[in-house]
């Protein structure tokens, strides 16, 4: 069956305008070589010192979603005692044997002080924006805000913030001055006088391959016929990596002692949009295709787009233009950085999620 989907760049959250701001002086040099290939090691990279975390306690907030799934594995296999922290209770299977599941409202005050109850040495947040809307941004600030303060009180020894940052370049869109925001909370929170202070560790994660074509990954994996909408010309290339990756090189840090720092990760191998994009296709037997648009054609589309919101507004929401913005700002900023990790190749995982397509009718992303 022939089913086209029109798929322009990435979609998480919105810019406010259509200039170009390159990367701040303070970012750490990219390599020099940018591979085409993952580097995927036989054994596990930086392997997990087992004995350094061996009997602590963690909680892990937003455990269900895909960077916090890779949390709990990885805590689970440096012998810590995971927490994971779920607005529902789990499915069967749902979660790794041995997690214990702390089901609540993390609005509910007496909630979030009953989990952290019992001074748990270290805490993760993997809780983010789904749309990057400005009041979903907002929510998540203000919660990251309360959790702090919580955990202060508490007497967390750590506290492991994901900020997904893409590479750490300049603050372009709303929801990266959110992320911002809630990274400074979080360093005054450690830097308090306040003898029960935590230690923190903030990871900055380029983009994932989870949020890789997101619309169009479920015909893809299905093998249908998919148009992607490109700039012309040289695409940036990206060190995109699997959202599980995250968790586990963050849990290497911590084994290792790392704290008060930010860290830059993102994927040993430096693609485009295109270059996944047929990676992808070739591993689920879909077609890809490939339209090319000026960045004036975005442009002008994001305008069109933006008053057609508008007026559909007067009868419900609407939000393309949002993610016309999103989806431009990925075309024209490179998310690179100089520190890499890579488990799972592109590849790797696009046949894991076909697999699990064949498996489950579940929504994939």
């Avoid at 750590?158 to 370049?169: E, K, N």
């Avoid at 233009?321 to 950085?337: G, T």
Wanted: overall charge positive; glycine content about 8%.
């Amino acid at each position: 069956m022939f089913c086209a989907a029109v798929i322009i760049g990435l979609a998480a959250a919105a810019m406010t305008g259509s200039r170009l701001i390159m990367p701040s002086a303070s970012v750490p040099a990219v390599v020099a070589e940018l591979p085409d290939e993952d580097v995927v090691p036989a054994v596990e990279p930086w392997k997990i010192d087992k004995r350094a975390l061996r009997g602590k306690r963690g909680v892990v907030f937003g455990a269900t979603g895909s960077v916090g799934r890779g949390f709990v594995d990885a805590l689970l296999d440096a012998n810590v005692q995971v927490v994971a922290v779920m607005r529902r209770p789990p499915n069967p299977g749902e979660m790794p044997a041995g997690v214990l599941a702390a089901v609540g409202d993390l609005d509910d005050e007496a909630f979030m002080t009953s989990t952290l109850a019992g001074k748990p040495d270290l805490i993760v947040s993997a809780l983010a924006s789904r749309t990057g809307l400005p009041d979903d941004v907002r929510r998540v600030f203000e919660l990251h805000e309360r959790l702090f303060a919580a955990a202060q009180i508490a007497g967390v020894g750590m506290i492991t913030l994901v900020t997904s940052f893409c590479g750490a370049l300049a603050a372009e869109l709303p929801f990266h001055q959110a992320l911002l925001n809630t990274e400074r909370v979080l360093i005054d929170t450690a830097a308090t006088r306040n003898r029960s202070r935590p230690k923190y560790l903030i990871i900055r994660p380029t983009s994932f391959f989870e949020n890789f074509l997101r619309k169009a990954m479920p015909d893809m994996l299905a093998g249908r016929t998919v148009t992607v909408i490109v700039p012309p010309g040289g695409q940036r290339r990206h060190m995109m990596m699997a959202a599980a990756d995250v968790g586990r090189f963050a849990v290497t840090q911590l084994a290792k002692g790392r704290h008060n720092t930010i860290l830059q990760v993102g994927g040993t191998r430096a693609i485009t949009y295109r270059q996944g994009a047929q990676a992808i296709g070739a591993v689920a037997g879909a077609t890809v295709r490939f339209s090319e648009w000026s960045l004036e054609g975005f442009d002008r589309l994001i305008r069109g787009m933006e008053l057609l919101d508008f007026l559909k507004s007067f009868f419900f929401e609407s939000h393309v233009a949002h993610y016309l913005k999103i989806a431009r700002y990925f075309n024209v900023v490179p998310m690179q950085c100089a520190d890499t990790f890579t488990t799972i190749s592109l590849e790797q995982w696009a046949a894991q999620q076909l697999s699990q397509a064949g498996d489950s009718n579940k929504r994939l992303l």
